[in-house]
């Protein structure tokens, strides 16, 4: 069965340190989502993308934060300056249209310290 | 602010019983409620409901909406211990342009054998 896969599982990294989380959308899919869940909080949304560009963000998305899709297959998802606050886990989804069900990747878990 | 509350935040039931998970919400527009497991890492889809009083089922996991009263429930017979999980609803509040999930905080649900 198709699955949208996130590398790494895991990763540590310093305040202030720029680290990129990688997604492998399911691979005719085309309108793909990054996640956030803070430990114990609920899953918030950061930032949908079409067609090569940003589609919505939330207010956590800010300057820090950029989404790119490199080449045909992956999708990533870098923080530039990381804080402490960014420390949580990081889903990747992907969706076949608009408006259908969007598919969750095991996702990475980011500490920052 | 669209808000999504699900509750019991937490439930202990023994193999075999039925369990009813409860998702209330309020939001400027609708567009679809959306279930899914969440197990260890990754939210798995469920269900997708965007019209009233329809049920969907899914062997021993049936959900159903209403869009009048604003909530739907997710309802697992003869449980097991393998639907052990944390179970997420989510609404979609967009009518047009991009899908941006709002979620609850999840029911943590326990079979205990």
């Known amino acids: 069965e198709p699955e949208v896969t996130q590398t790494p599982s895991h990763q540590v990294t310093q305040m202030g340190q720029e680290v990129i989380l990688r997604c492998v959308p399911i691979s005719n899919h085309l309108y793909f989502y990054w996640y956030r869940q803070i430990l114990g909080q609920k899953v918030e949304f950061l930032v949908s993308f079409y067609n090569n560009e940003i589609s919505e963000k939330s207010e956590i998305f800010d300057d820090q934060f950029s989404v790119e899709r490199p080449d045909g297959s992956n999708f990533t998802l870098k923080i530039r300056s990381t804080k402490l606050e960014d420390s949580a886990m990081y889903f990747c989804?992907?969706?076949?249209?608009?408006?259908?069900?969007?598919?969750f990747g095991q996702g990475t878990r980011l500490t920052v310290v | 602010e669209d808000k999504v509350v699900q509750s019991p935040l937490s439930l202990v039931v023994h193999e075999g019983d039925t369990v009813t998970l409860n998702c209330s919400y309020e939001v400027t527009n609708f567009r679809s409620l959306l279930w899914y497991k969440q197990e260890k890492k990754a939210p798995t889809f469920l269900f997708m409901l965007?019209?009233?009083?329809i049920e969907k089922k899914s062997g021993r996991l049936s959900s159903i909406l209403d869009k009048k009263e604003l909530f739907s429930i997710l309802n697992i017979t003869a449980t097991q211990t393998g639907d052990s999980a944390v179970y997420l609803c989510?609404?979609?509040?967009?009518?047009?342009?991009?899908?941006?999930?709002?979620f609850g905080q999840g029911t943590r649900l326990t079979i205990n054998p």
């Open positions: 965007t019209s009233s009083g």
């Open positions: 989804a992907s969706s076949e249209g608009w408006h259908t069900e969007a598919f």
């Open positions: 989510a609404v979609e509040p967009t009518i047009q342009g991009a899908q941006k999930l709002v």
